[in-house]
């Protein structure tokens, strides 16, 4: 039996993602969550085997709970779930540490075997995704220009195009206003691009974000990203 959370700040997701697990059996869902604080506090509480986590979440995004879990040496082996559409994937997401990826468009079938591969210490990345990385190698062609950002460039870009402020950013992330105001010169630059509005467009066409994400808040509300 694996026993599996799931964090994700949509209810109806992980409603389904329960449906199908229960459907096909060997499975044990032991806790869920619906932002990342709440869901990094309950991997620390449970350990499951494995946590489905979405990219894009309240308090904490799916990366900072995959780093903050790695850091706390916690045996849960974590999967990512992003939109990630046909746009280049961003290699810097497989930098986060998490062991698998998959995507929400992905079969029934997929995200079973993907779960199963992990919680038997492998690695898997969703068909869509592993072709994606395979052509642009074989063609030399660029992949996503997320890659040109580093690792914390990439948390800050997130937030963002999520549309958190500086002082929201920084405090989540642990940095100072001075220090986020650096990464966002850098991220703009490195972008070619000079407002949040169209770094949110950027995020959603590379599955960083849920499309509409952008523009809500956890409780529903309607927000903007901001410049």
Known sequence: ??????????????????????????FEIVGEAGDGEAGLALLKKLE?????????????????????????????????????????????????GAAGYVTKACSDDELLQGIRQVADGRRYLAASIAQQLAMEAVTGTGGSPFDALSKRELEVAIRFAQGDDALTTGRHLRISNKTI??????????LDIDNVVALAHLAQLHGLLDPGSACETANGTQRKPRD
Do not use: Q, Y
């Not at 039996?1 to 060997?26: F, N, P, Y």
């Open 1 to 26: 039996m694996i026993s599996v959370a799931l964090i994700d700040d949509h209810a109806m997701m992980r409603t389904g993602l329960r449906l199908i697990l229960e459907k096909a059996g060997g």
């Open 48 to 96: 499951p085997d494995v946590a489905l986590l979405d990219l894009h979440m309240p308090c904490l995004t799916g990366i900072e709970v995959t780093e903050r879990a790695r850091k706390a040496d916690l045996r849960t082996r974590i999967v990512i779930v992003t939109v990630a559409g046909d746009s280049p994937f961003p290699r810097r997401l497989l930098e986060a």
């Open 181 to 190: 105001s650096t990464h966002k010169a850098n991220i703009f630059a490195k």
